[in-house]
């Protein structure tokens, strides 16, 4: 199975592509982002972000999706070129059929680490281990899509990380 | 030259369509309402939307659309629908090549009423006034998305309300 994570964003939409085999290994496919340049206006940049979307699911064809849900930013502006590029990502997982797992900080950190109130460093080094990877990947926005779409993995396994200790 | 004003909404999104002629004379062409039921996912609501208004967009090829800047709000999970809403409706007139204005609260209320912080009354009676209803357009909604049709059509006339008086 292939999972998709997604981490919407307006100057840089994070994507990690893993997959899940019969034996329950996972193992990264790729990571990589969709940047946006400021100077574009917002729906341009939007269109652009749905364009290359699009052309990403029609190559990779990931059996199931995973965009965190929302919540409260202090950077109210920042948070809502999240929700309008995030309401745009979900529309083309829908248009596409593909099932999207959507959850929030405290489920995917719980997943992850086994601590919902888990700090940056502490998720990358579990995605570290998990993934079988040396380095903590680059961008943030790419490493904690590769977090989404472990929870994904592991959702569809019917396990969290304390069930595979 | 047809203009429609777009309030976006996760359940209920206004739509308002004017016309404006060569003799500067603002008509009323209709308003209406998408809504989307409560229980839907999140993605099917934001799929159906996207799918009336390409309908609508097809149907009735406006020159111009104006949706509201996006503003603080005390209910930020309101905002953030309303944020992903506006998302997806900026990426269709876009990817429809439909040109779109942004105007924020202030510049809205300050172009209809001449007042800047002019309460939702205030606006209604000027918008009926304008447009020549007996009545004001029913539901809020609606009445919003008329608003920004007639700030559109004076934008394009060069004129906020001061002038025309």
Same mark, same amino acid.
């Given at each position: $199975?292939?999972?998709? /994570? %997604?981490?919407?964003?307006?100057? !840089?939409?994070?994507? /990690?592509?893993?997959?899940?085999? #019969?034996? +329950?290994? &996972?193992?990264?496919?790729?990571?990589?982002?969709?940047?946006?340049? !400021?100077?574009?206006? &917002?729906?341009? +940049?939007?269109?652009?972000? +749905? @364009?290359?979307?699009?052309?990403?699911?029609? #190559?990779?064809?990931?059996?199931?999706?995973?965009?965190?849900?929302? *919540? @409260?930013?202090?950077?109210?502006?920042? =948070? @809502?070129?999240?929700?309008?590029? +995030? /309401?745009?990502?979900?529309? !083309?997982?829908?248009?596409?059929?593909?099932?999207?797992?959507?959850?929030?900080? &405290?489920?995917?950190?719980?997943?992850?680490? /086994?601590?919902?109130?888990?700090?940056?460093?502490? $998720?990358?080094? $579990?995605?570290?281990? %998990?993934?079988?990877?040396? #380095?903590?990947?680059?961008?943030?926005? =790419?490493?904690? =899509?590769?977090?989404?779409?472990? *929870?994904? =993995?592991?959702?569809?396994?019917?396990?969290?990380?304390g069930d595979r200790a």
């Amino acid at each position: $199975m292939i999972v998709l /994570g %997604i981490d919407p964003g307006l100057a !840089t939409t994070g994507l /990690g592509l893993i997959e899940s085999n #019969e034996r +329950r290994e &996972l193992t990264v496919r790729e990571w990589l982002t969709i940047a946006t340049p !400021t100077g574009l206006p &917002l729906a341009d +940049r939007l269109e652009e972000i +749905r @364009f290359d979307l699009l052309r990403y699911l029609e #190559e990779h064809k990931p059996d199931l999706a995973v965009v965190e849900r929302l *919540f @409260f930013s202090t950077n109210v502006k920042t =948070a @809502f070129d999240v929700a309008q590029v +995030r /309401g745009v990502i979900l529309l !083309t997982l829908a248009e596409q059929g593909i099932a999207c797992l959507e959850p929030n900080p &405290l489920t995917l950190k719980s997943c992850i680490t /086994g601590d919902g109130h888990a700090d940056k460093r502490q $998720m990358q080094d $579990m995605i570290c281990r %998990i993934l079988n990877l040396k #380095e903590i990947p680059k961008p943030d926005d =790419a490493a904690d =899509a590769l977090a989404l779409a472990v *929870f994904g =993995a592991l959702q569809q396994q019917g396990l969290g990380i304390g069930d595979r200790a």
